[in-house]
């Protein structure tokens, strides 16, 4: 099955940091956009990131700007969201997928998602 793979989720304290990383599983997607999201509990499946595909171009949810940075390494074939001054609402399932540009709303091959839990 063609999907992403995602890992780096964990239990972090508020205030802490961690680092997700999306790698396509069967195939490569250097010539599309990357974008992370996540879903909390109860709550609809948003946006978080994305990255263009020669990296030039990134959106961020208001919610995370200043505090996520995503980037990618084509040569690797792996998106990161470095994620930094977690706090308690980025609580979520965060999921990546491929789209033809940041600025569409059709994405594919959707991972399994990594949990990020953060709680003191």
């Known amino acids: 099955q063609l999907q992403f793979v995602e890992s780096g989720g964990d239990l972090v304290q508020p205030g802490g940091s961690l680092r997700l990383s999306c790698t396509p599983s069967?195939?490569?997607?250097?010539?599309?956009?990357i974008a992370w999201f996540r879903q909390a509990p109860g709550k609809e499946r948003e946006g978080v990131a994305c990255?263009?595909?020669?990296?030039?171009?990134?959106w961020y949810h208001d919610a995370v700007k200043g505090r996520f940075t995503i980037s990618r390494d084509n040569a690797m074939n792996t998106v990161t969201l470095q994620m930094n001054s977690l706090k308690p609402g980025d609580t979520a399932l965060y999921f990546c997928?491929?789209?033809?540009?940041?600025?569409?709303?059709?994405?594919?091959?959707w991972g399994r998602g990594t949990q990020v839990i953060v709680s003191s």
């Open positions: 069967g195939f490569t997607s250097d010539d599309y956009a």
């Open positions: 997928a491929r789209g033809e540009s940041c600025l569409g709303d059709e994405y594919e091959y």
């Open positions: 990255i263009s595909d020669n990296s030039v171009g990134t």
